[in-house]
């Protein structure tokens, strides 16, 4: 290999990561706030696929990637709204709903885009980057981080956000408190419903957001089941993140480093069989629940229903 | 009696009650009570345990509403439809069970419920904060996790933010259970300023001196019903103990003078037979908000009730978390039965027969939403002839369980009932039952009787003496110097996570504790 060779090798391998981490990022994200607030949202999956199939129908139809996104968005919150309406106010089991809404979703999508475009698959004109002057030319890493489209730069900066809306805000406090004793919430003058909600709305949101940036940056196209389990590993990553969206942005580096290995492993043509490339991801998901999966702390009362005065 | 009386709307009332009734399936918990809380009152609430008392809190603080009946605010018949309503018609209310959220700070906790968008304003809580302790005379760290402090110190987090909050009706739900002494004094002389400055106080107690203390007006729930009602002019014109045996009538029936002093009968032990439980020089590594324990030694003989008197939060928990082995020492050795057990597990030292009663009944003692009838075989989940290859044994369970259930007397509508939704009293009987089930050895008992009623402390009291008297050895730990004065035969002091002394529970030994606690040699 000539070092030039490398150096393409690698600055791509780089990029492709980044893009292959957003989706995970925007998803372990969602799900994070969802789980503070004491919700297992196992529907996250579905939400991206809705996010991944109406953000793709949105910019295919306007040729506006933003608009796109704002139509994945929307995709993700419309499935978001079914499980607070299920899960949050009248209290079903979180995990056969979120389950529920996956499988249907997964069917649902792979129905209409059928209908739309039977067989073929229309793909999106190429995106615009955002060249970010200076850093984009550092070798390597310049091309791969500081040359990429907008939104993941927004993407980045959301998880700050997200850091500044749990350690110094109110909202923060009552996620929190929404997902560790929800009856103290309560008592204290905050409707824990509504809370709960405002939290699966926003995973919603940002799973759309997500499996949007999946379809319309990442493939360019939409095929069903294009998620790929995208939004179970984004669960995975607020697992382990304890409830630290900077932990969420490294593990969705580091899982967007193993697909894009993946990927480029295909590509340089090494001759190991594709199925194990492929597993390399999921290897990664194993190793990491083995070494951290044991100091995961999850919310008191994830998972349980709230209901007033019941004891 | 008042009852009629109150029945007539009283412009004075801040809050009153007319006929209201709460059912839940198998019970009525609340059944046509009428009460009424006036400005410049404490409203004292008595009654055993299960009699509804907590029921008639949760509907003033507006998390259930009324069956039946209507309840006038400034009277105005109000619906109180959630406790945010509650919050705004300025009824504070200090509930049963904590209502912190353990993960976050004491801060934290007192900022919740502000409005979600604005930062939360901690200077100006602080300062706020700084004002009340100083007249409450009590001391809070502030930045301190919640699941750091004792029960005892989230107790007075609960009631600063009552205070916090500007509130007309401060409601306290057995708030003195886990108060030391001179606690219990500092809330009622503060209950005293409050209401001198127009406050109305509705206040739950099974003390019965605490009751004739800090009252104006008494009323006695009996099973869902209001028995009676002893008006303000009527207090006053009674000695507390003309109003202790009135209350005792109320509630039991019969006239009693002071139930709670026993006399302790006279035990022979044996000081010759061989300890049960031997530990010597035992140590605790400190954690961020508990103290370290450092050389811990004493031991129990057969038949010996031992007692550990001293302040909330010196280390009792840390102390008996250890010896159960729930939590790691430093150094130091315990003994049972003369085999050193300190690096055997929770389960194993169980099985040689160290049981441990928490205080923490709901928290660690049971599992809320677990039936009534598992919870008395918690701790032998998989073991015969309750589990058989890994099957659960109904019938068996349910047997021995209503076996138990009428022995214990526990009040529950059914075996399948969640353990959560007995009463207090009952849940502490579950625990009881469980722990001293086959092959108990050496008994470790954390606050085995606060917030229960008169009855059932008696009855556990009871149960205690009858343990040492089968020839087990007792730890009892409490709070309460009366109760370690009636049951034990010696009692350690702690302090500061060590043992200052250790007192022959004698005619003098009141003195010599008392001397100890306040950091006296005795
Ligand atoms: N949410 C609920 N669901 C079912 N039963 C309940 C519920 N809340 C209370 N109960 C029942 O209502 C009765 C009254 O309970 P409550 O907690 O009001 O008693 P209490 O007087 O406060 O007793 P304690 O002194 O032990 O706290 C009990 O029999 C209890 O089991
Ligand atoms: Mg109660």
Known sequence: ?311 | MSIASSLSVDKRDIVALEGVTKRFPGVVANDGVDLAIRPGEVHVLLGENGAGKSTLIGMLSGLQQPDEGRILVDGEPTAITSPRHALALGIGTVFQHMMLVPTLTVAENLLLGGPWWQRPKTEELEARVAEITRTLGITVRLHAKVSELSLGEQQQVEILRAMVRNTRLLILDESTSMLTPKGIEELGALMRRLVGQGLAIVFITHKLKEAAAFGDRISVLKLGRKVGEIPPERFRALGEQAIISEIVELMFGKRKDDPEAAERPVRVIHAEAAPLLQVHDLAVAPTDEAPCLSSISFDIRPGEIFGIAGIDGNGQKQLAEALAGQRATMGGSVRLEGAPIEALSVGERRERGLRYLTDDRLGEGTVGTFPVSINFFLKQVGAAPFWRKGVEQRAEIDKRAAQIVREYDVRTPSLKTPVARLSGGNIQKVLLARELAEGAKVVIFNKPTYGLDLANTLASRQRIRDTAARGLAVLLISTDLEELLSMCDRIAVISNGSLVGTVENADDARTKVGRLMIGLAA
């Open chain 1, 1 to 311: 290999m000539t070092g030039l060779f490398s150096e393409v090798f690698l600055s791509a391998l780089l990029f492709g990561a980044v893009t292959a981490a957003i989706p995970l990022l925007l998803a372990g994200l969602g799900e994070q706030m969802s789980e503070k607030a004491g919700v297992l949202n196992i529907g996250i999956e579905g939400m991206m696929l809705a996010g991944a199939y109406l953000g793709f129908v949105g910019a295919f139809y306007s040729g506006s990637l933003w608009l796109g996104f704002f139509t994945g968005a929307a995709g993700g919150i419309a499935v978001a709204l079914v499980m607070a309406l299920l899960c949050v106010r009248i209290g079903l089991n979180q995990i056969v709903i979120g389950i529920a809404l996956t499988l249907g979703l997964e069917g649902l999508t792979a129905l209409l885009h059928h209908f739309q475009f039977s067989r073929s698959y229309p793909r999106l004109p190429a995106v615009d980057v955002t060249v970010i002057p200076l850093l984009s030319d550092i070798p390597v890493i310049g091309p791969a981080l500081f040359r990429q489209h907008l939104i993941v730069y927004l993407a980045i900066a959301l998880v700050f956000a997200m850091g500044h809306i749990y350690r110094r805000t109110q909202l923060g406090l009552n996620l929190q408190a929404a997902g560790d004793k929800p009856a103290a919430l309560d008592v204290a003058g905050i409707d824990v419903m509504r809370t709960r909600t405002i939290a699966v709305l926003t995973t919603g949101a940002l799973a759309g957001l997500g499996g949007a940036f999946l379809a319309n940056v990442g493939a360019g196209l939409f095929i069903p089941f294009i998620t790929n389990g995208a939004g179970f590993l984004g669960i995975v990553l607020a697992m382990l993140a304890r409830g630290r969206p900077v932990w969420v942005l490294f593990g969705a580096l580091l899982f967007g480093v193993c697909l894009s290995l993946t990927t480029a492993m295909q590509v340089a043509g090494i001759n190991i069989p594709t199925d194990i490339i492929q597993m390399l991801p999921f290897l990664a998901v194993m190793i990491m629940l083995v070494l951290f999966g044991r100091r995961a702390s999850l919310p008191a009362a994830l998972g349980i229903p709230y209901e007033r005065g019941a004891r």
